[in-house]
């Protein structure tokens, strides 16, 4: 359900509206970004603003969508025929959900101009399901727009991306976050905290307003990244088993929380005063015994932990690997 609308990505919105009015708009567009940034919100108001009843001049974008009509609406609580987000069965997609969209697509929309479907985290399909769709995307029907969303284009095929328009999504400033929430009627307080933690995932904020288990689970996710840098083998591995049996999601979300936290170590190491992602009271003090070096090799190990735990390898033995590359500080504590 769309029920908070879209928090930032005001260039990437304006830039697909640009596109409709010079008669440009591309059959797929691939979305790019860290998870809960906006990109399946941003597809979907965009889908919102094609459909929208209610805007008498379609090309002023700043009419549309209206929010209100019988269509933005359905939309909104994903009950429109012509609009679907298609997610992974389990942990993939499928080569079998390829093929069910393959075999509706052509036919024509119910009611709509478009038939758009979004294909949120494509990133974690498998390569036949991938190779599957790209005969959809060389010949994709005149009325189909599709959107696929990723945190990268690592885990896609390279001609997956050649035959999309590409969109990176950027972090949303903590401001306009900020800003954001105290107009859903967050408490000032909690919102500057929220809009401090969540690095420029707006999505991740309005979650944790309605779970507020989601900043203490946040804590505890940084506050095993600082304390793993000093602790013996034998703790890595029981914290490897920990993290690596949890569901494949929450293993990328803790891994993207961790590099966070090693990244502002690298800023730390490096004497650097701006740029962190943290916020300041969750920002790691200076390791002993850890160059800035020792930092970025770790960070680069992490990047290719998490591209491994995207294509479904055991994330237990993943994280086990992590763990025992992770550097060793001799005598830390965790202050």
């Not at 359900?1 to 440009?24: K, P």
């Not at 494509?122 to 994709?140: C, I, M, V, Y």
């Not at 306009?176 to 969540?198: D, H, I, P, T, W």
């Amino acid at each position: 359900m769309l029920s908070n609308g879209l928090i930032g990505h005001g260039q990437a919105l304006d830039y697909l509206f640009r596109q409709e009015r010079q008669g440009g708009l591309r059959h797929s567009y691939l979305l790019l970004g860290p998870p809960q940034i906006g990109k399946r919100t941003l597809a979907l108001t965009f889908a919102m603003a094609l459909l929208c009843e209610a805007a008498s001049d379609r090309d002023d974008a700043g009419a549309r969508p209206c929010g209100a009509c019988h269509t933005c609406l359905r939309i909104s609580h994903g009950a429109h025929p012509d609009v679907l987000v298609i997610e992974p069965a389990g942990p993939t997609f499928t080569i079998e959900q390829i093929r069910d969209l393959e075999a509706e697509l052509p036919l024509t929309p119910k009611e709509a101009r478009y038939k758009v479907r979004i294909l949120a985290d494509f990133d974690l399909a498998t390569r036949e399901a991938q190779n599957a769709l790209l005969k959809t995307l060389e010949e994709p029907p005149g009325h189909a727009l599709l959107f696929l969303t990723a945190s990268d284009s690592e885990s896609l095929v390279p001609t997956i991306v050649s035959r999309c328009q590409t969109l990176v999504l950027r972090p949303v400033p903590t401001a306009e976050v900020y800003s954001a929430l105290l107009a859903r009627g967050v408490e000032e307080q909690l919102a500057a905290q929220l809009a401090g933690q969540c690095a420029g995932r707006p999505g991740w904020a309005l979650r944790a307003v309605a779970s507020p288990e989601l900043v203490q689970e946040r804590a505890r996710t940084l506050a095993a990244a600082a304390s793993l840098v000093g602790a013996p083998r034998i703790e890595r591995l029981r914290q490897a088993e920990t993290f690596g049996s949890q569901e494949r999601a929450k293993v990328l979300d803790t891994l993207r929380l961790w590099k966070l936290w090693w990244h502002d170590l690298l800023l730390v190491s490096s004497g650097a005063k701006e740029g962190f992602a943290l916020s300041q009271v969750e920002r790691p003090q200076p390791v002993p015994d850890l160059s800035a070096s020792d930092v970025g090799r770790f960070l680069g190990q992490m990047d290719e932990i998490e591209r491994m735990v995207q294509r479904n390898v055991n994330t237990r033995l993943a994280m086990d690997v992590l763990l025992l590359r992770m550097p060793y500080a001799i005598g830390y504590t965790r202050r």
